[in-house]
């Protein structure tokens, strides 16, 4: 094996591992949404991401924004923009300077959901990563994350 298979060994292990925290983390979120508020991760994220932009001129996101915010296809994030529109929990308009530009922002019916999902989110984000410190292969994993934190990156929910 040479010095370049080595590293490209370890750098696969090491992507596996890193896929393999992030699965389990959203599907232990997703079963934890999914049961407390009939919430998704995506309609979630999708929600915290729309919710953290202000009201007025250019405090909206623009659909590619907001695709790009929540890593789906454009065609993926207006379907989930349609389906919690039609819950009530978001509303699209019109751009006022360009016609052609759809803004989406979250309902006071959406906020007031993603006010109660927050806690849900953050206890099962909590025990899912105490779950996969217990794992001698995820838990560097854990520990780069908590680091991040304790050395002043901004959190992300």
């Not at 750098?11 to 009939?38: K, P, V, Y």
């Not at 923009?81 to 759809?102: A, K």
Request: glycine content about 8%; aromatic content about 2%.
């Amino acid at each position: 094996m040479t010095v370049t298979d080595s590293a490209t060994t370890t750098l696969s292990q090491g992507w596996c591992a890193l896929s393999l925290l992030h699965g389990r983390i959203e599907t232990h979120i997703e079963r934890a949404l999914q049961a407390g508020h009939d919430l998704s991760v995506r309609e979630y994220s999708l929600l915290d991401v729309l919710s953290r932009q202000h009201s007025g001129r250019g405090g909206h996101l623009r659909m590619q924004q907001v695709a790009d915010s929540v890593v789906l296809s454009q065609s993926a994030t207006t379907r989930l923009v349609s389906r919690l529109e039609d819950r009530g929990l978001l509303n699209r308009f019109i751009c006022d300077t360009d016609r052609r530009g759809i803004y989406t922002d979250v309902s006071e019916a959406g906020l007031a959901l993603l006010a109660a999902a927050r806690p849900t989110n953050d206890a099962a984000l909590r025990e899912a990563l105490d779950g996969a410190a217990r794992d001698p292969k995820l838990a560097p994993l854990v520990a780069a994350l908590e680091n991040m934190h304790r050395d002043g990156a901004p959190p992300s929910s």
